[in-house]
């Protein structure tokens, strides 16, 4: 229990984490669940907003101009199965073999022509020729500074010339007023662990405010892991920044994926950036 120590302080920004997230075998279980789940919003927003943002991403960026698909994080193909009735050819990419696994089975007997790849979007070659990608859920924001600058710069490098890159990003209105805390809980059969284990979690403000961490340290008769989860949240000009500096020009700037009007209160941002 020495280790304890080292967790007693606040965390280093962007301080690895010991314990794998999505591509753990148990957590992975748990979260393809949340995923599959219509009226969760966890893992995938509810269905319901996915149906419409298809809708309005294939009326914004159709299929006939934009024919090759990549979805950046697809999870099990939630998105990609409805880009690919819409007409577009895609490719989905996620790091989870649980998801990947899964979106492959669906894709084979709903006779759907998407590829699956299971990979890290960040270390892992995506492949090049694409006309749009798409990355949804504001995962770009849970990167570190330097995984951020590194994935841009592959998504504009593999996009065709004229083509686009979608996500969306939080703000600060996300985290406004919440204030930083430490609490613990004894989970059976919990989130992280089949084996009952204490969990003692922190939350924590970073960098003028504009980083946040989650941090879960996980105790059980096993030994003990630690699980960061960083988020930072952008202001406009600070991701219109970010893009520009990779070559993209040509932003288009909505409230969320569906088309929502960008509104300076609000809790998200959608951009779409040409190369
Ligand atoms: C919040 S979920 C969003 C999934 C999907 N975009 C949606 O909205 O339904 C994040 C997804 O990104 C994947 N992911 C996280 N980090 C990744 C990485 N470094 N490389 C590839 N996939 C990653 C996870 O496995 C998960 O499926």
């Known amino acids: 229990m020495k280790q304890l120590k080292q967790y007693e302080n606040k965390p280093k920004l962007y301080e690895k984490s010991t314990q794998k997230f999505w591509d753990d075998p148990y957590i992975s279980k748990g979260m393809l669940e949340a995923h599959l789940n219509p009226d969760m919003e966890a893992a995938t927003r509810r269905e319901k907003f996915v149906i419409n943002s298809v809708n309005w991403i294939d009326e914004r960026i159709p ?90 710069k592959k998504i504009h490098a593999s996009l065709n010339d004229g083509g686009c890159f979608l996500f969306d990003v939080f703000t600060i209105e996300k985290y406004r007023g919440k204030k930083e805390y430490k609490e613990w ?41 630690c699980c960061n989860i960083w988020e930072h949240v952008f202001t406009l000009e600070e991701i219109e920044r970010d893009l520009k500096e990779v070559g993209f020009h040509d932003i288009s700037i909505y409230g969320d994926v569906a088309g929502k009007p960008y509104k300076k209160s609000g809790e998200t941002i959608c951009l779409i950036a040409k190369k």
Not at 188 to 195: I, P, V
């Open 63 to 152: 299929s006939a101009n934009y024919p090759k698909l990549l979805d950046l994080g697809c999870g099990p193909g939630i998105y990609a199965e409805l880009f690919s009735n819409k007409g577009y050819q895609v490719t989905g990419f996620d790091l989870s073999k649980r998801s990947i696994d899964y979106a492959k089975t669906r894709a084979k007997e709903k006779k759907l022509e998407i590829q699956y790849v299971e990979g890290d979007y960040v270390s892992d070659d995506f492949g090049s020729g694409y006309d749009l990608i798409t990355m949804i859920y504001c995962d770009f924001g849970v990167l570190s500074t330097d995984d951020r600058k590194t994935l841009l």
């Open 185 to 225: 809980s004894i989970e059976e059969q919990g989130f992280w662990r089949e084996e009952t284990s204490l969990i003692l979690k922190s939350f924590y403000r970073y960098e003028a405010e504009t980083t946040f961490l989650e941090q879960y340290i996980i105790i059980n008769e096993s030994g003990m892991e």
